[in-house]
């Protein structure tokens, strides 16, 4: 009978982690797309991930603007607080129309 110096289930765990280790980069701290080198990327590919979780959540509809806040019944009406000009607040509106973002 043969003796070995680690269990089998260790060097299960060793091979597992070193090949974990092997697939994920620690630097994969944002989203990026697998593509051409040099390529030119759109800024929420390179950014951190909460920023662009924002960004994506505002681009799906599922960001907390005022008709989705008052589908789930957080607020009344869906008008825009931010400006409080009784237009509802939607994507186009914060970003075209609305007067406390417009600077931005």
């Given amino acids: 009978m043969a003796v070995f110096s680690d269990s089998q289930a260790a060097i299960r765990r060793t091979a597992a982690k070193a090949k974990w280790e092997a697939d994920n980069c620690t630097k994969h701290y944002g989203y990026r797309l697998k593509g051409k080198a040099g390529s030119k ?13 924002r960004f994506y959540r505002l681009k799906s ?44």
């Fill in 41 to 53: 990327r759109p800024v929420p590919m390179t950014s951190v991930k909460p920023l662009a979780a």
């Fill in 61 to 104: 509809g599922h960001a907390p603007t005022g008709p989705y806040v008052k589908r789930f019944r957080h607020r009344e009406d869906d008008m825009c607080w931010w400006c409080g000009g009784g237009a509802v607040q939607m994507r186009e509106h914060l970003f075209r129309h609305c007067s406390r973002w417009k600077d931005q």
